[in-house]
């Protein structure tokens, strides 16, 4: 990191830069400045990725350097040096985007910690720099375009036209050819945090990777991306080639420079172009029955092209019915120091028979949680990974991930389960809905804000509140809001759009619609018969 100091002080720049190398060693170089012109020039000559500046310099004050800074379009990192009085300036200093400000005289801990904010900022920068280089290597190679759909064809199995076919190498049109798998377990977690929900950028960043690794070990390489599963990437390699040492080395280079978690699933036979298509298939189906240790050590390989399709042995079926009723009871008596210790014997299980896979732990969650709903009435938002490929890719195929799943899970059944219990005490859990609609039906509130809000599935709510009170939820906040605007309609001088606003209508059109159905009139039309009304009495 190099970093320019922009001080008119010499004791206050030699202080600095004593205090920065002592914080960070590894600071590549500093440089210094006394006056604002003076820096402007050293920013276009030295290009820092840092600028420690002053507020109050002769010629050009530090907020005047920073708004040419921004002119010119540069994002470079820069704490704000300034002294007691003059925290004007240091306001208008962060309005431009400064990272931190430091007061004199100097304290280790504040400046430390402002350096701190500064190399997250300049990560970020070379990130996004890196990110848009991406981008526009990806605009620009086009090319890769004109074979996709022909990869497309691969995957689905469809039969190539002769054009087709003479677009692929001619390894794979002429020899037998081994089959692999690529996933990127952390998928989800990589495109949320590192690559902004940019679906497109990171699977280019991914096959640029592959296709440069093939390149830089002299490999010839045939790969697509899946069709069902953006995690999932498909190669094919001569037969002739040795695997294990160039998969490895791949999967090394996903780890170290895109920072993905990945393993490889691999066919131990030799395949024609016409039999690729089952392979694949047959190989993204098992990572969901793969143990999942073997799927940490990054290669698995699979006699006949999958692994075994058998996600239970009946002891392991056994083990599972008989931790659902402990877990339940666990919850039920608000033992959550216990719940490590089941989850782990339950794993220890899997983990013995060589069946920890992700089919199995979600074979055992979907259990838990329907004895939990029943039993309890409660849900929870991991409650929506309905299927094994969402709850696959939301542990990242790693049974570690899977126990903590497990582990907040329950706990959180635990609290919730107390809160109900304690809830319970004082009155039913529909009365208690009913009681908060009755108070803040004025607010925005829907189904679904109650059951989450007294720990309840929508459905068990609806059908408890109906049971009790005849009317559904819903119906039951609509004729509180109505009533409500009945009565203001005949003691209240607002328009009738506030008085609609006032109960919770946020669009007049539905308000006045609902009105007219429960009571004949709309809402003007009512207030009229009731001024009318009173005027005759």
Not at 475 to 481: E, G, K, M, V
């Amino acid at each position: 990191m190099k970093v320019l100091i922009i001080e008119d002080e010499p004791k206050v720049r030699r202080a600095l830069k004593r205090l920065l190398l002592e914080i960070d060693p590894a600071i590549e170089s500093i440089r210094e400045a006394e006056t604002g012109v003076g820096g402007l020039d050293a920013v276009r000559n030295e290009e820092p990725d840092l600028i420690v500046l002053d507020m109050i310099m002769p010629v050009m004050n530090g907020n005047e350097l920073l708004e040419r800074l921004r002119e010119r379009k540069l994002d470079i990192p820069v704490i704000v040096v300034s002294g007691h009085n003059d925290f004007g300036y240091v306001k208008q200093a962060l309005a431009n985007e400064a990272v931190d400000y430091v007061l004199k005289p100097f304290d280790r801990e504040d400046v430390e910690a402002a350096l701190a904010k500064a190399k997250e900022r300049i990560g970020k920068n070379r990130f996004r720099e890196q990110t848009e280089r991406l981008w526009e290597e990806m605009k620009r190679e086009k090319s890769q375009l004109r074979l996709a759909s022909v990869l497309d064809n691969v995957y689905e199995g469809r039969k190539l036209s002769r054009e087709e076919t003479e677009r692929l190498p001619a390894f794979v049109r002429e020899d037998l050819c081994q089959v692999h798998v690529i996933a990127i377990a952390d998928y989800e977690y990589a495109l949320r945090e590192r690559f902004n929900k940019d679906k497109q950028l990171l699977n280019y960043a991914i096959g640029k990777l592959i296709a440069e690794h093939a390149e830089s070990v002299d490999l010839h390489l045939l790969f697509g991306p899946s069709g069902r599963y953006d995690w999932s990437y498909w190669l094919t390699v001569p037969a002739s080639v040795s695997s294990g040492e160039w998969v490895k080395e791949l999967l090394d280079a996903l780890g170290q420079v895109l920072k993905l978690k990945a393993f490889a699933l691999s066919d131990d036979l030799g395949r024609r172009i016409a039999d690729f298509s089952s392979a694949i298939a047959a190989l993204e189906d098992s990572a969901f029955y793969a143990d999942l240790r073997s799927l940490e050590l990054g290669t698995a390989i699979f006699p006949n092209g999958q692994a075994n399709r058998q996600a239970s042995s009946p002891e392991l079926l056994a083990a599972v019915d008989a931790f659902v009723p402990k877990a339940c009871h666990l919850i039920k008596h608000g033992l959550p120091f216990r719940i490590r210790g089941e989850l782990e014997r339950l794993f220890g299980a899997a983990t013995a028979s060589g069946r920890l896979s992700a089919m199995f732990l979600f074979q055992a969650w979907t259990l838990l949680l329907a004895r939990v709903e029943t039993e309890f009435g409660l849900r929870c938002a991991a409650d929506l990974l309905d299927g094994v490929e969402p709850f696959a890719t939301r542990i990242d195929f790693d049974g570690a991930r899977a126990l903590d799943l497990f582990e907040e899970t329950l706990q959180s059944f635990v609290t919730d389960a107390a809160y109900l219990a304690e809830s319970s005490t004082r009155g039913n859990r529909a009365l208690a809905v009913k009681e908060y609609i009755d108070i803040g039906f004025r607010e925005e509130m829907s189904l679904a804000d109650l059951a989450e809000r007294f720990f309840m599935s929508k459905e068990y709510l609806a059908s408890q509140f109906k049971r009790q009170f005849g009317v559904t939820v819903v119906r039951y906040i609509h004729t509180q809001r109505l009533d409500e605007a009945r009565r203001m309609l005949e003691e209240d001088d607002r328009s009738v759009s506030a008085i609609a606003s006032a109960v919770g209508y946020d669009h007049f059109s539905y308000f006045d619609k609902l009105f007219k159905r429960e009571y004949g009139r709309t809402p003007s039309e009512y207030r009229i018969n009731s001024t009318v009304r009173r005027e005759r009495s």
